[in-house]
């Protein structure tokens, strides 16, 4: 089955302790994207990847890391998280000429205190 | 500055009748709009889309308007059924490898 995976779904940390969040798909993609989901927000972009090696910023790319050293994994990482990272976060992966049609994982919520 | 804009927040039809989901862009060069419905504790899924080049996109049930002029689309969903209740975001990009910009999303409620 064609799928984007994320883990973990659900995670609780406390301030400064470095994280990370998981994501990886079987469909062969070249471009990978995270996205954060605040309230009256919507979904804003944080990183992508067109393709192994090559990253770059989103919108909102401040307190995020990325790599992608594989084609099938792009993980989040969280270095020093703080309360405003507080979010519900989601990554997606489409071929490279159709990033208008992208397919996005099940989501991970993060609440830091 | 929200170039992807969706002004109301929620909409309740009842079963049956049509729902009507409205969505405004500033930027001139989006060439590609998209619908994806997001159910809660999954991630969005793509709907249905549309290129600048046409005014209608029809797919079942779903179909798409944009208005280039007054740089608006609009989803119709007919008839509404109570599974459709999600929240609608509307996306749009300039060009096939340009990313996507969302909208804040529209919470459809279908009363049976």
């Keep these: 089955e064609a799928q984007v995976t994320q883990n973990p779904r659900y995670l609780i940390t406390v301030t400064g302790k470095k994280l990370t969040v998981t994501c990886s798909q079987n469909m062969n993609h070249e471009y990978m994207s995270w996205y954060r989901q605040d309230p009256g927000l919507g979904l804003r972009q944080i990183y992508y990847s067109m393709n192994v090696e090559v990253t770059d910023k989103g919108d909102v790319p401040e307190g995020y890391k990325v790599s992608r050293k594989e084609k099938r994994?792009?993980?989040?990482?969280?270095?020093?998280?703080?309360?405003?990272?507080?979010?519900?976060?989601f990554c997606a992966s489409s071929l490279r000429g159709l990033i208008r049609e992208q397919y996005f994982g099940p989501g991970t919520r993060l609440t830091v205190t | 500055?929200?170039?992807?804009?969706?002004?109301?927040?929620?909409?309740?039809?009842?079963?049956?009748?049509?729902?009507?989901?409205?969505?405004?862009?500033?930027?001139?060069?989006?060439?590609?709009?998209?619908?994806?419905?997001?159910?809660?504790?999954?991630?969005p899924t793509f709907l249905i889309s549309i290129s600048s080049i046409k005014d209608k996109n029809e797919d079942g049930r779903f179909t798409v308007f944009l208005n280039k002029s007054a740089k608006h689309l609009s989803l119709h969903i007919v008839p509404s059924q109570p599974g459709d209740s999600a929240v609608y975001f509307c996306a749009a990009s300039a060009g096939a490898n340009s990313k996507l910009t969302f909208g804040k999303g529209i919470t459809l409620s279908v009363r049976p």
Excluded: H
Excluded at chain 2, 3 to 20: A, D, F
């Design chain 1, 73 to 89: 994994n792009f993980p989040l990482i969280l270095e020093s998280p703080s309360p405003n990272q507080t979010s519900l976060y």
């Design chain 2, 1 to 43: 500055d929200q170039q992807v804009k969706q002004n109301s927040p929620s909409l309740s039809v009842q079963e049956g009748r049509i729902s009507i989901l409205n969505c405004d862009y500033t930027n001139s060069m989006f060439d590609y709009f998209l619908w994806y419905k997001k159910y809660p504790a999954e991630g």
